[in-house]
């Protein structure tokens, strides 16, 4: 189940991303590639539009970028960790680090959708956040996710 | 001390992140107090770890963190806190705080706006069967309105000036043997369309076995010619024939008839003793009287109309106001009833010349005007409104648009003192100026756009319909400007 909607290929670390608008760029482009939406362009909007009605930038440098939209073809989990602090009008007004986004089809698909409601009810859960922000390296941020997500 | 009992709903326009994040975070900060808690969430997968409507009832408070419209009659007479889905997630303790010592009791007086949607009303109400009974009958209104509309406009035979001289179908030309045709396919619908509200007001009460008793003595209550008498019964009379043959049905069902004949007690047995009864009740019970009553009433309503200059202005001042009052709740339906029924039954009585128009136009101009006056202000007034309500205006104008007050609901809920006089003070000014300027609303929809999309006869085409309307809306729109507060 986990491998459908999330694997180590879909985990980035990224230096050159300065901003909110440049990294729902970087994530939609990031998206297209991964063939998980048709349009780079559609995904940034939906994104764009999600961020616009309320900020997704949550506390301790995290966010949860996503939005549902038809470009979207199978539900996705990416996880962007950026070098660069980003300012995301978080909800403590502390810079992002990293970027749990969500691509989410229309229609239903109710068990890959569960699983990636499962990850926005685990960033409530401190341990998880603090374990995913000490992580270095991909392999170790993967199974933490693969963790939390076969509970 | 016995242990608090919290449960809540989480919901967001996506549906993925804040839904769960809300629900997550608010049944930790509960669970870390020592409170019971359940958390019903609406996303993109549905209701999940659904409510039921037993831990409402336990419940010491709802706490609803959402964005979207939900459903709320559940919630009725329940201290109810709403807050936003960010909030919760964000300062859950204090929710869950505040919740407990602020929330207010749900459905009460002021409070009553979001009680009501359409056909949501609590549950086996009066007003529950009658909006049954009006869904299914709109569809029908509106096409042979519409139809009816289109026969008419060609009927008005006009002189060089423009003056209409005269009113009737050439049927010696093909165009106005077919324009002729077309007007009886309206009165047919029109004819047809109070039965099948009935029909289906007994449907809501009793089930399938009612309609036929329901249907028929409607329609020999609605017949003059059939009574022998000046008049049918109307809307009024269907109602009344449509409950008593509702209750009747219910009433049947009850008596323990003998295993044998059981199964065709629900296909045959009631529909076939309760059409004798209701409709021999009709004949020489309530029939004529009904008639003569209605007859009494329209006439009274069209001398009113017709001696009184002011008269239409004032009926429509307070339909506009009844329908901006409680957004789709019982003041607001039992407007749009009337409305409909004055429309209908003198379309069917005096034919389409001698129609009163006046609380049906006025009904349908106020419809539109308490969510596009939300949206309004929330141009306006862009400081006063939280990119929450912001969205929430957007979605009021998208309801507006199209005719359908209750999106104006979420504000009316959320801050009834300040929401409720705008609404109505701009849904009378539309009422009263559509139905003094002598607008006459035949069919489409409510609200500005109701010109083209529907049919509106009024002195200066297409202006004076919208003129009516956006006044009721800009005055909506600045009493919220003036009395909402800044957001800090």
């Keep these: 189940m986990i491998n459908e909607i999330f694997d180590i290929s879909q985990i980035e670390f990224n230096s050159d991303v300065k901003t909110k608008d440049e990294a729902l760029q970087f994530i939609a482009s990031f998206a297209e590639e991964a063939s998980v939406v048709k349009s780079a362009k559609a995904y940034y909007k939906g994104l764009k539009k999600r961020e616009k009605e309320v900020t997704t930038g949550f506390k301790d440098g995290i966010a949860i970028p996503h939005c549902k939209n038809k470009t979207v073809k199978k539900p996705a989990l990416f996880l962007m960790k950026f070098d660069q602090p980003i300012e995301w009008e978080s909800m403590d007004d502390k810079p992002v680090h990293i970027a749990f986004a969500l691509a989410i089809p229309e229609g239903k698909n109710d068990d890959h959708l569960r699983a990636l409601s499962t990850i926005s009810r685990a960033l409530i859960d401190e341990n998880f956040v603090n374990d995913i922000l000490n992580a270095s390296s991909k392999e170790q941020m993967y199974q933490l996710i693969k963790e939390k997500l076969s509970n | 001390m016995s242990q608090k009992k919290i449960v809540g709903v989480t919901a967001c326009s996506a549906g993925i992140a804040h839904t769960y994040m809300a629900a997550e975070s608010l049944e930790k900060a509960a669970e870390e107090k020592g409170y019971q808690v359940k958390i019903e969430t609406q996303g993109s997968i549905g209701v999940e770890n659904g409510l039921t409507d037993q831990e409402i009832e336990e419940a010491d408070v709802v706490i609803l963190a959402v964005e979207i419209n939900i459903d709320m009659s559940r919630f009725n007479g329940k201290r109810v806190m709403r807050v936003r889905a960010s909030e919760a997630i964000k300062n859950s303790n204090e929710v869950i705080e505040n919740a407990l010592n602020d929330a207010t009791v ?6 009553k706006a979001g009680v009501a949607k359409m056909g949501n009303t609590k549950e086996g109400g009066f007003f529950q069967h009658i909006m049954a009974g009006i869904s299914y009958m709109i569809p029908m209104v509106i096409a042979s309105g519409l139809i009816l509309a289109i026969a008419n406009v060609y009927a008005f035979q006009r002189d060089e000036a423009g003056r209409i001289i005269e009113w009737g179908f050439d049927t010696s030309t093909a165009m106005g043997g077919l324009m002729s045709n077309l007007f009886e396919v309206g009165q047919v619908g029109f004819l047809l369309m109070i039965p099948l509200f009935a029909g289906f007001v007994a449907n809501s009460i009793a089930g399938k076995p009612a309609i036929a008793a329901a249907m028929i003595g409607t329609y020999i209550a609605n017949d003059a010619e059939l009574l022998g008498g000046e008049a049918g019964g109307g809307f009024l009379a269907a109602i009344l024939v449509a409950f008593a ?38 004949f020489y019970g309530i029939g004529n009287p009904m008639a003569s009553m209605m007859d009494f009433l329209y006439e009274g309503l069209t001398t009113l109309n017709e001696n009184y200059a002011a008269a239409p202005v004032i009926v429509g001042v307070i339909i506009g106001a009844m329908v901006g009052f409680d957004l789709g709740g019982p003041l607001n339906k039992t407007a749009l009833v009337f409305g409909t029924a004055v429309f209908t039954d003198t379309v069917a009585k005096y034919g389409i010349e001698g129609a009163n128009f006046v609380p049906q136009t006025a009904t349908q101009a106020a419809i539109s005007v308490a969510p596009l006056g939300i949206w309004l202000a929330s141009i306006l007034f862009k400081n006063k409104f939280s990119p929450t309500e912001k969205v929430s205006a957007n979605s009021a104008f998208g309801m507006g648009i199209v005719g359908v007050t209750e999106g104006a609901i979420p504000f009316g809920a959320q801050d009834p003192i300040r ?8 849904s009378a000014v539309a009422g009263g100026l559509a139905a003094g300027l002598g607008i006459k609303f035949y069919g489409g929809i409510g609200s500005p756009l109701g010109t083209f999309v529907g049919y509106i006869e009024q002195p200066i085409p297409f202006i004076t319909w919208i003129f009516s309307v956006l006044m009721g809306v800009l005055v909506t729109a600045l ?8 957001v800090e």
């Design chain 2, 419 to 426: 929401m409720i006089p705008a609404f109505v003070a701009g």
């Design chain 2, 245 to 282: 043959a509702g209750y009747l049905v219910n009433l049947l069902k009850k008596i323990p008839y003998p295993k044998l004949i059981q199964p065709i007690v629900p296909i045959m047995l009631i529909p076939f003793v309760s059409t004798l009864i209701i409709t021999l009740l009709v």
């Design chain 2, 106 to 111: 749900y459905g009460e007086k002021g409070a």
């Design chain 2, 479 to 486: 009493i919220i400007g003036f009395t909402k507060k800044k």
